[in-house]
């Protein structure tokens, strides 16, 4: 079956890194992946969509990337700060809509 | 302000007693769609539509009804709830690009327990 996978462990990082959260596609080739913020009790907030032929995406801190030959999908947040602290999702972007299990993120002051 | 409502926040019930919880948008967006969210598993989507009267499976429809009778509107039904179905609920919308989603909005979520 049609599988999006995340890294179930969390993240720690200091203030002021990049932080690098993978998403790894298997058993068929989206044309598009999604990337969501989720903070406790509350849903996902929408911040990209990268489509195959586009490789990279940026807006302000936050980089995607996309590897058809790998089957995966890097998202980089750069000069991380405390508030980015969140668990990242990543989804198929299609109608019937697939999403991984998401990264929880700890960014430490 | 634009925005995904559901009702309501948290809801307590017991087994086999049928409830609805409601999912309305003003956006005006034809792609509606109903998630569960359990721990370790993510988000799983349960029921979409993409338009008035037009609804599909998603992964896990097993025990959920919906209905899109107004495009502004998507309630999700539990005809007999049982405890396996305690979850957090996640209503959103978009408006649907020619093959795939754009911008999904999600609603706050709905904890429910059966016991």
């Known amino acids: 079956s049609q599988k999006i996978e995340q890294n179930s462990e969390a993240l720690n990082i200091q203030e002021g890194k990049t932080a690098t959260l993978t998403c790894n596609y298997t058993?068929?080739?989206?044309?598009?992946l999604q990337w969501y913020r989720q903070d406790p009790g509350r849903g996902p907030v929408f911040l990209l969509l990268?489509?195959?032929?586009?490789k990279e995406k940026r807006k302000e801190r936050l980089k995607v990337t996309f590897d058809t030959t790998l089957k995966q999908s890097l998202f980089h947040i750069t000069a991380s700060q405390p508030a980015d602290s969140a668990t990242y999702l990543c989804?198929?972007?299609?109608?019937?809509?697939?999403f991984g299990a998401g990264t929880r993120l700890f960014v430490k002051a | 302000e634009a925005q995904v409502t559901q009702n309501p926040r948290y809801l307590i019930t017991v087994t086999g007693k049928k409830l609805t919880v409601t999912c309305s948008q003003n956006?005006?967006?034809?792609?509606m769609s109903w998630y569960r969210q359990d721990p370790g598993l993510g988000l799983r989507q349960i029921y979409y539509?993409?338009?008035?009267?037009?609804?599909d499976k998603g992964d896990v429809p097993e025990g959920y009804k919906v209905s899109r009778k107004e495009k502004r509107n998507f309630p999700l039904i539990l005809e007999s709830p049982s405890p396996n179905q305690t979850s957090l609920y996640f209503c959103?919308?978009?408006?649907?690009?020619?093959?795939?989603?754009?911008?999904?909005?999600f609603g706050q979520g709905t904890r429910l327990t059966v016991v």
């Open positions: 959103a919308s978009s408006k649907p690009g020619t093959y795939h989603l754009t911008e999904a909005f």
């Open positions: 058993n068929y080739s989206p044309a598009y």
């Open positions: 990268i489509r195959e032929n586009e």
């Open positions: 989804a198929n972007g299609g109608f019937k809509t697939i």
């Open positions: 956006m005006n967006h034809e792609y």
């Open positions: 539509s993409m338009n008035v009267e037009v609804t």
